[in-house]
């Protein structure tokens, strides 16, 4: 399931098949498509569109070249607009100097006007910015001190300013130019985009793939977008569909259905997510954000049996080459630790490496050392210590052991190795951890170490 999040099918281009335009993109499986509005008149042919078809969206606004053109009536024409049924967004909105079709002060002051509207009807922003350096993102801090829900639509700023739209809590997109064979310096900056902000669109009918440079673009070539992704990132299809897919219906706030998982795939791994119940309290738990995790939505309506663990898991495993099961998911494995058992050992018939991740509260949840009883169903254990001391740990992760936990834990850690299970120790770049003393606590112990990067999943 893709998600085109930007194109103009409302452009003559289309006159003649939009039909079948529409069509080849539901055979593509392209599940929405967001057309944006650049003007008065193309807003509202981009309402009539989404009135005709079951997947078009709408996002109302005025391209910055048409700036000149906004009133204050003309700006409670558009509040109006925003009552019509699927309007989804703001936008295409902003700066564009490049061609400087309005005046940059009827530019500043149209946008302005916009990203209020957008702030007082709380739905998200699609920026336009060409050759406009880094004023858009002054604007937009000055007139709004917190995050900025929306997108900066075909990227075109440097890396400085890429980090500044994400820090500001946007989300990216980049066109099918990233499919262009001169594109080498665009895909190098692509590769900085955390696949959790990033967009899909093509911008029809503007810049084909390279495949059909020069011609019509259209929403069914947004596949050919999705190749390039997969190359850029090193993810496979599925992740790279499953991610932006979520990450738009979580903007735009598009109906799709997200259904809890049990099993997820993430590369060439499984993880498995068993509860929701652990026994920290970490401050930079993704849990305190999010119920997604690479897009995959993992808050359980209620824990999952072994069986039907199993169940779930029965057709993935050959047919997709799977690496490695992982006991990961939203909360601590070991509090259901006869599950893990359970299912670790049908697993292990199959011949597959099977991983826990765990915080190393296993002893202390289950009131008993239980390293041994992991012996010969997992393969690999990682064990999140996250920081270099008992002080910090107790202050960051507020375990609900106590204070002794961080001790308990490496405890652990010892236990998995003198057991000879593969054992890995994991910590975050958190800017109050020493890494050098976590790696070297690890070695201690006799295990390896990975550094984590926070925000970082999967
Ligand atoms: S141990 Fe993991 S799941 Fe538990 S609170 Fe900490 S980060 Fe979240």
Not at 122 to 128: E, F, M
Not at 159 to 183: H, P
Not at 303 to 317: V, W
Request: aromatic share 6%; hydrophobic share 35%; with cysteine.
């Amino acid at each position: 399931m893709l998600i085109d999040t930007h194109c103009h099918l409302d452009f003559k281009d289309f006159d003649p098949d939009r039909d079948s335009v529409i069509d080849k993109a539901k055979k593509a499986g392209v599940a929405r498509i967001i057309n944006v509005g650049s003007s008065m008149e193309g807003t509202l042919r981009s309402i009539e569109l989404a009135k005709k078809y079951d997947i078009v969206y709408v996002s109302i606004g005025v391209h910055p070249h048409d700036a000149k053109t906004v009133t204050d009536k003309v700006l409670a024409d558009f509040r109006a607009l925003s009552k019509e049924k699927k309007v989804v967004a703001i936008g295409e909105v902003g700066l564009d100097y490049f061609r400087n079709l309005s005046p940059k002060e009827d530019q500043i002051s149209a946008f302005k006007k916009f990203a209020h509207l957008a702030w007082d009807l709380n739905l998200p922003l699609i920026l336009h910015a060409r050759e406009c350096g880094r004023e858009i993102l002054d604007i937009l801090k000055k007139e709004k001190k917190d995050k900025i829900s929306g997108v900066m639509h075909c990227f075109s700023g440097d890396k400085d300013i890429l980090k500044e739209c994400l820090d500001m809590g946007l989300y990216v997109s980049f066109t099918c130019n990233l499919t262009f064979k001169n594109a080498k310096a665009l895909r190098e900056l692509a590769r900085q985009v955390p696949v959790e902000r990033l967009l899909l669109e093509t911008d029809s009918p503007f810049l084909a793939p390279q495949e059909f440079r020069g011609k019509r673009n259209e929403p069914s070539y947004l596949t050919y977008l999705v190749d390039e992704w997969v190359k850029v990132l090193g993810l496979s299809k599925e992740d790279v569909e499953r991610i932006t897919t979520h990450n738009a219906n979580n903007l735009f706030k598009l109906g799709l259905g997200e259904t809890s998982k049990i099993v997820y795939p993430i590369r060439n791994s499984l993880y498995l997510n068993i509860t929701n119940v652990c026994t920290n309290a970490c401050d930079f738990c993704i849990r305190n954000q999010t119920p997604f995790v690479k897009g995959h939505n993992l808050r359980l309506d209620r824990e999952p049996s072994a069986e039907e663990i199993l169940e779930a898991i029965k057709n993935q495993i050959t047919p997709r080459g799977c690496e490695a099961v992982v006991f990961c998911g939203y909360g601590e494995p070991t509090v259901r630790l006869e599950v893990v058992k359970t299912v670790a050992k049908e697993l292990k018939r199959t011949g597959v490496k099977v991983r826990l991740v765990t915080n190393g509260h296993g002893d202390l949840i289950n009131s008993r050392p239980t390293v041994r009883e992991l012996v010969g169903l997992v393969d690999k254990v990682s064990v999140s210590l996250d920081v270099d001391s008992e002080d910090k740990y107790n202050k960051i992760c507020k375990p609900e052991f106590g204070p002794q936990t961080y001790k308990r834990v490496l405890d652990f850690i010892k236990s998995c190795v003198e057991n000879k299970i593969e054992t890995e120790v994991t910590c975050l770049n958190l800017p109050e951890v020493d890494i050098k003393k976590c790696e070297n606590i690890a070695k201690s112990l006799g295990a390896t170490f990975r550094l984590r990067k926070l925000g970082v999943t999967g």
